[in-house]
T-cell receptor
Framework: GNSVTQMEGPVTLSEEAFLTINCTYT??????LFWYVQYPGEGLQLLLK?????DKGSNKGFEATYRKETTSFHLEKGSVQVSDSAVYFC???????????FGKGTKLSVKP | DTGVSQNPRHKITKRGQNVTFRCDPI?????LYWYRQTLGQGPEFLTY????????KSRLLSDRFSAERPKGSFSTLEIQRTEQGDSAMYLC?????????????FGPGTRLLVL
């Protein structure tokens, strides 16, 4: 069945450091891929998405490229801020039902 | 666009009691999803509606769980005879499904604690 695997956290970085959070997936067909972010005490917010191979999603300085050959959708940001501290979830949507399948999440802490 | 809202935001109940949560989706969205999130895990899909039709409910965790969307607008999720293992965050999401493409927008969630 479909599944998503994320790198385990927590990840602790200093402000302005480079961020990579790895995400790989298993799916039949051509799923859409998403990154959601969850700030403390809040629901999930869509960060970015990609719907087909080689698409690059980007938002707020974050980027991720849909790599079908490696079944990956790694999240990157060139210079993190303290305000980026949150839990990041990689997800896929495939099949006719439309429900999202999530990874376990990666907690990011950015220190000043 | 006021976003997806959920009520209550927090619920504490005693084991064996029934609880009901409400979700109000973004107004023009035709799909509504329910997920459960436990500590340290990603959200887990429970059920979803397209307009008023419940198209998938086999993923509901037990027959104690049920959901409705009577007029294709708001939805309720009910848990009967709650157990301590039901303690979790219950998330609602809505989307506008067009030709198979959609993006789901989540509400803030209802956090349930069963004592």
């Amino acid at each position: 069945g479909n599944s998503v695997t994320q790198m385990e956290g927590p990840v602790t970085l200093s402000e302005e450091a480079f961020l990579t959070i790895n995400c790989t997936y298993t799916a039949t067909g051509y799923p859409s891929l998403f990154w959601y972010v969850q700030y403390p005490g809040e629901g999930l917010q869509l960060l970015l998405k990609a719907t087909k191979a080689d698409d690059k999603g980007s938002n707020k300085g974050f980027e991720a490229t849909y790599r079908k050959e490696t079944t990956s959708f790694h999240l990157e940001k060139g210079s993190v801020q303290v305000s980026d501290s949150a839990v990041y979830f990689c997800a896929l949507r495939g099949g006719s039902q439309g429900n999202l399948i999530f990874g376990k999440g990666t907690k990011l802490s950015v220190k000043p | 666009d006021t976003g997806v809202s959920q009520n209550p935001r927090h619920k504490i109940t005693k084991r064996g009691q029934n609880v009901t949560f409400r979700c109000d989706p973004i107004s023009e969205h035709n799909r509504l999803y329910w997920y459960r999130q436990t500590l340290g895990q990603g959200p887990e899909f429970l059920t979803y509606f397209q307009n008023e039709a419940q198209l998938e409910k086999s993923r509901l965790l037990s027959d104690r769980f049920s959901a409705e969307r009577p007029k294709g607008s708001f939805s309720t999720l009910e848990i009967q005879r709650t157990e301590q293992g039901d303690s979790a965050m219950y998330l609602c999401a809505s989307s506008l499904n067009r030709g198979g493409q959609e993006t789901q927008y989540f509400g803030p969630g209802t956090r349930l604690l069963v004592l």
